[in-house]
């Protein structure tokens, strides 16, 4: 079963970048499409970004929109999200999911059947 460990979450001020990395279990990830989520306490899970299976399709929240960029390198089994001039309101818990897909990738939850465990992101002064 293929198991997903994120790791880059750190405290950071207004203003700063943090890449996050979500690597898999095993080796095949170029037939699956990628989603990172968030999660503030008392806020549902939402949809950051996605990046389809071979990297063709791409897609962003409108509130990340031009600070955060996705990629992956199939190579290593990882995907990441480069996250520049964060904001307090982007404090969350990050969490990768994969959805075995090729064509295009989803920023809703439902379709991704495998989750990493989390990092947690915070941005304050």
């Known amino acids: 079963q293929l198991q997903l460990v994120e790791s880059g979450g750190d405290l950071v001020q207004p203003g700063g970048s943090l890449r996050l990395s979500c690597a898999a279990s095993e080796f095949g990830l170029d037939y699956y499409a990628i989603g990172w989520f968030r999660q503030a306490p008392g806020k549902e899970r939402e949809g950051v970004s996605c990046i389809s299976a071979r990297g063709g399709r791409i897609n962003y929240a409108d509130s990340v929109k031009g600070r955060f960029t996705i990629s992956r390198d199939n190579d290593r089994n990882t995907v990441y999200l480069q996250m520049t001039n964060l904001q307090p309101e982007d404090t969350a818990v990050y969490y990768c999911?994969?959805?075995?897909?090729?064509?295009?990738?989803?920023?809703?939850?439902?379709?991704?059947?495998?989750w990493g465990q989390g990092t947690q992101v915070t941005v304050s002064s």
């Open positions: 999911a994969a959805q075995r897909a090729r064509g295009d990738c989803s920023r809703y939850v439902s379709p991704y059947n495998y």
